[in-house]
């Protein structure tokens, strides 16, 4: 048994304009009622989220291997049509990251993440009829297959940078 509980991001500001709802201190204490009951964790963390920098990704790693968390989720953040992101898009408020940037943002995740978690998904499938962007979503076997050679090329695997703190 697990309970899933989906972070997305370590950084509050973020987590306040996609309407999280909590802050990342409410996410610590429900994991860590979870472990007192011995209830396994998984949760989701997304790539590419509004104003989101590399700092606030490696910030969000260090904040989950705090964490006695049992599996991760990593998801690509994409434009829905009739949400609130869609609208910041159409605007020009925000910008999709590119394929190239996600798979290095996933190696990255991968490659700093303790070796105790158990990798659950690198992508997630948008609906094809709603999506507006980015386009690469929609092709998994390119999200798959390019971490995958980008992981073997230059011989990366889960945890190889991982330091306890």
């Known amino acids: 048994m697990w309970v899933e509980l989906g972070l997305q991001t370590s950084n509050d500001s973020i987590g306040n304009l996609i309407n999280r709802g909590y802050e990342s201190k409410e996410f610590s204490k429900a994991v860590s009622i979870l472990n007192k009951y011995n209830i396994d964790v998984v949760t ?7 104003n989101e ?18 599996g991760l989720k990593i998801h690509s953040c994409y434009v829905i049509k009739n949400t609130v992101l869609a ?5 020009g408020n925000y ?5 190239e940037y996600y798979l290095d943002s ?6 700093h993440i303790s070796p105790n978690i158990v990798i659950h998904r690198v992508s997630g499938d948008a609906p094809k ?23 073997r090329d230059k011989n990366l695997f889960q945890g190889m940078e991982y330091k306890i703190s």
């Open 106 to 111: 996933v190696a990255y995740i991968l490659t």
């Open 44 to 50: 989701h963390i997304m790539v590419g989220l509004p």
């Open 87 to 91: 609208s910041m898009y159409e605007s």
């Open 129 to 151: 009829d709603l999506l507006l962007a980015p386009e690469w979503n929609l092709h998994k076997k390119w999200i798959i297959n390019g971490l995958d050679k980008l992981l």
């Open 53 to 70: 920098t590399k700092q606030d990704l490696i910030n969000t790693v260090e904040f989950l291997n705090k964490h006695n968390i049992q």
């Open 95 to 99: 910008t999709p990251i590119s394929l």
